[in-house]
């Protein structure tokens, strides 16, 4: 398998775990804006959704984007290419 980058995934969905913009540890689903040397851009209907709230708005004129810092996150993950098996279920569990 090639080495994966959080860079591959930009354009595209993660599930990431990102305790400072909601203040638990639920993964969410987030799209990858772009990737930095600290941190990475992600678009959230789900933190556009309080940020609309909070300034009693209904929509904005674009698509909210933050700036999350990587030292703030606890987790990323993806999809890669390859069938996903449950070993258990298949009795080839280790």
């Not at 203040?23 to 990475?40: F, S």
Request: a negative charge; proline letters at 5%.
């Amino acid at each position: 398998m090639d080495n994966v980058t959080l860079s591959q995934y930009v354009g595209q969905q993660i599930i990431a775990v990102i305790p400072i913009l909601f203040g638990d540890t639920t993964p969410r689903p987030y799209k990858l804006v772009g990737v930095e040397t600290a941190g990475m851009w992600v678009a959230s209907q789900a933190f556009t959704d309080i940020l609309l709230k909070s300034a009693k708005q209904q929509a904005a004129p674009k698509t909210v984007a933050v700036f999350v810092p990587f030292h703030q996150i606890s987790f990323v993950f993806g999809a890669i290419e390859g069938v996903a098996l449950y070993e258990k279920a298949l009795g080839i569990e280790e």
